[in-house]
Structures are given as C-alpha cells and as structure tokens.
T-cell receptor, first 114, second 112 residues
Framework: KAGVTQTPRYLIKTRGQQVTLSCSPI?????VSWYQQTPGQGLQFLFE???????NKGNFPGRFSGRQFSNSRSEMNVSTLELGDSALYLC?????????????FGEGSRLTVL | QKEVEQNSGPLSVPEGAIASLNCTYS??????FFWYRQYSGKSPELIMF????GDKEDGRFTAQLNKASQYVSLLIRDSQPSDSATYLC????????????FGQGTELSVKP
C-alpha cells in the first residue's frame, strides 16, 4: 500500500510569490491534515480536510489556504510569501476522520523563501 | 504556558537501559494522546497512542497516562541505538480529527 505522497519535495521561492503544495493520501483515507514544522515553533497544525470540507483550522493567517478534491487529494497554497514561511510542510492522512489522531505523515515539502 | 510541554533534551541513555520521556498538557479536557518518533531528516511516525488512564504496553514501549496530573509518559525498555530520535508528544483535544497539538519534542540518544 503506497504511503502519503507529497510534491514537490523541495522548492525555493522569493518573498511575495505564492506556492502550491500537493498531497496524495493513503488509498482509502479521507482525512488530510497539513502541518508546518520549523526549528523554533515545532509542528503546528494548519488545517484538516475531510470529504472535501475543511473540518479544522489552526491559527495561521489567511494567506494559508487549502482544498481537497473528490479523490481525497489535497493542496495547500501560501500566497504573498514571507521569509518566515520557510519551513517543512507535512501532510498527514487518517483513515477514521473521527476520534483518531493516528496520522500517517508524508515526507514533506521543504520550502525556502529568499 | 505551552499547551503541550516536553523537556527538549537531549536525553542520553546507555544501550539496554530504560529511557523515560515525559509530557504535560494544559487542557484538562484533552481526550487522546500520542507519541510520534521522528528520525533526523524524516517525517514523524506514530509509535503509541493512549486514551485511558493507566499503562499501555506494546513491545518495548509503554505509554502511561495520568489525566488527574495531566501527564503522559513513554518508557522505552532495553533501549537500542536505533531508538535514537526525537520523540514528539501530541494531544488531540475534543477528538478533533486530525488536529493534534504537538510538544517541542525530546531528543533521545542511546549510546552503545
């Protein structure tokens, strides 16, 4: 069974640009969550999608957005990039979408903003 | 006060010893608790979860939960060098699906 796939794995952008990251969950998983990981702040929750609906949202500005498609694939977008957005962006999928916090993480997309 | 707190370490133990990792959380209503392991340069992987007070054992790993004290711990028996990683404690408040609050992680080093 294939794991969670994230693309691209690495990317470099400049301030003010926007970026779109993609995540394909494990087959059959309907919940996709996105996290930002930085050395200073650790792992922080961005948002969760379940059956194409945003179910939970973290404390990030509106520049961070996401969506989920009918095949459960998800994208997140960051507009007007800032230097502080440099981070590892992790996508995680879950099978139950309910009580579970049993997440399966992808390898991440490492974003560098110059 | 952070919602989930862990000692950042590094925690160094000799091979074969018991490693004890601790975590406290601030929201008394938190429902479920998780331990993830993250090797350097890799993504986190789930190793234990616990929902009820008491101990839960899985192989060399034991998770302990004390809701009254708002305390979660992970014990690793017979520690191996391959256990060297950062261990992340995570809390799911109100069973909010995939929304986990993570601690900063404890770096564990197991010396041969």
């Amino acid at each position: 069974k294939a794991g969670v796939t994230q693309t691209p794995r690495y990317l470099i952008k400049t301030r003010g640009q926007q970026v779109t990251l993609s995540c394909s969950p494990i087959s059959g998983h309907r919940s996709v969550s996105w996290y930002q990981q930085t050395p200073g702040q650790g792992l922080q929750f961005l948002f969760e999608y379940f059956s194409e609906t945003q179910r939970n949202k973290g404390n990030f500005p509106g520049r961070f957005s996401g969506r989920q498609f009918s095949n459960s694939r998800s994208e997140m977008n960051v507009s007007t990039l800032e230097l502080g957005d440099s981070a590892l962006y992790l996508c995680a999928s879950s099978s139950t979408g309910g009580k579970s916090g049993e997440l399966f993480f992808g390898e991440g997309s490492r974003l560098t903003v110059l | 006060q952070k919602e989930v707190e862990q000692n950042s370490g590094p925690l160094s133990v000799p091979e074969g010893a018991i490693a004890s990792l601790n975590c406290t959380y601030s929201d008394r209503g938190s429902q479920s608790f998780f331990w993830y392991r993250q090797y350097s340069g890799k993504s986190p992987e789930l190793i234990m979860f616990i929902y009820s007070n008491g101990d839960k054992e899985d192989g060399r790993f034991t998770a302990q939960l004390n809701k009254a004290s708002q305390y979660v711990s992970l014990l690793i028996r017979d520690s191996q060098p391959s256990d060297s990683a950062t261990y992340l404690c995570a809390v799911n408040k109100d069973n909010q699906g995939g929304k986990l609050i993570f601690g900063q992680g404890t770096e564990l080093s197991v010396k041969p």
